[in-house]
């Protein structure tokens, strides 16, 4: 198993997402002799993990199942232990599409946080890119290489322990494009600028506040950036759903109201005159909006060094 490339079968050390259902899922390190507690009862790695099929579903002890996934960057982003607040899926998708990342590129990424979009860049720039991370707090920068390593992904991330605004990102003139993810922003503009490739690239900033992007903004236009674009992704979750809805029969209704006169003060009766009248139901599916929507998360600011 690594981040990067599929495996069929599960190994002793590899990480695996134990799924219980949408809203329930967590990661496992796979290893001989462990067992995992579960709602369900105890999954045993030695015989009930290791030798089986990612996807497979595996019986726990008190007779109920869940299903072992082989992990992604999507799944390790709802599953990950959080050492700060991370970024989502959502963000991430537009993030990688408005770099241009692809096989191949170098990025330049602070700070690496969590690692939740490390993760995500590094499976897009495999097998032959590179993600140079920056990190000023050591426990989380010690933390991130660790999981690095094993995810099977070290060999494409470098971690650097150091302040990005004031040493940048220990490399120059390299990178397809720079990500930050950090409070001040503006301060590592220039830091930025010195690592795209000389030809130029691409540059995003993720801010929740708008004084922050107004401050990047300015420092970007100072560093000749072009193309400046500031924008918010907003997610809407649907549920698919069974609706019935009832059918009135007004033709029907209208005919039988004046045989039998409509007696509109009777309670039985209030509203239109064809209330009491309902001919049955028609059911169709359709897609319900969940009735929290995802928030603010920040403003993605996009530019250009050409
Ligand atoms: C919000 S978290 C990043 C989350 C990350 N994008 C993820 O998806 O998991 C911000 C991180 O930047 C680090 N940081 C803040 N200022 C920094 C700086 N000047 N240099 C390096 N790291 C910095 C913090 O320690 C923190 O871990």
Redesign the pocket.
């Known amino acids: 198993m690594s981040f990067v490339e599929y495996g069929d079968t599960i190994k002793d050390g590899d990480t695996a997402i134990v799924f219980l259902g949408h809203e329930s899922m967590f990661p496992v390190k796979v290893q001989h002799g462990t067992v995992t507690q579960t709602k369900y009862g105890v999954i045993r790695h030695s015989t009930d993990l290791i030798g089986k099929k990612y996807g497979s579903k595996v019986t726990c002890s008190k007779g109920g199942w869940v299903f072992i996934l082989h992990p992604t960057p999507e799944l390790w ?1 709802m599953n990950l232990p959080h ?5 989502y899926s959502t963000d ?1 998708s537009i993030i990688t599409m408005m770099l241009e990342l692809k096989p191949g590129s170098i990025v330049c ?10 993760h995500a860049l590094i499976r897009t720039v495999a097998p032959t890119g590179h993600l140079y991370t ?4 050591q426990q ?1 920068a010690e933390k991130a290489r660790e999981e690095f390593r094993e995810h099977g992904v070290e060999h494409l991330v470098t971690v650097t322990n ?5 040493n940048g990102f220990g490399v120059s003139n390299i990178a397809d494009a720079v990500f930050l ?4 922003p503006w ?2 503009i220039g830091h930025a600028k010195s690592a795209l490739k000389a030809e130029g690239g691409r540059i995003c900033s ?1 801010s929740p506040c708008i004084e922050q992007v107004q401050r990047t903004c300015l420092a970007m236009e100072e560093y000749g950036f072009t193309e400046i674009n500031t924008l918010e992704i907003l997610l809407r979750v649907y549920n698919v759903r069974t609706i019935s809805l009832q059918i009135p029969d007004l033709g029907k209704a209208a005919e039988e109201n004046s045989s039998t006169g409509f007696d509109s003060s009777n309670p039985s009766n209030q509203g239109s005159p064809c209330a009491s009248l309902q001919q049955g139901t028609v059911q169709f599916k359709s897609g319900v909006p969940l009735r929290e929507m995802v928030g603010h998360t920040g403003y993605l600011t996009f530019a250009t060094k050409s």
Do not use: M, N, Y
């Not at 990424?109 to 490390?118: A, F, I, Q, R």
């Not at 920056?134 to 707090?137: A, T, Y």
């Not at 150091?162 to 004031?166: H, S, T």
């Open positions: 982003t050492r700060t607040q991370i970024l991430i990424e602070s700070g690496t946080g969590s690692g939740s979009l490390s920056v990190e000023f707090h989380r150091q302040d990005v605004c004031k993810d950090i409070p001040s301060e590592a993720f």
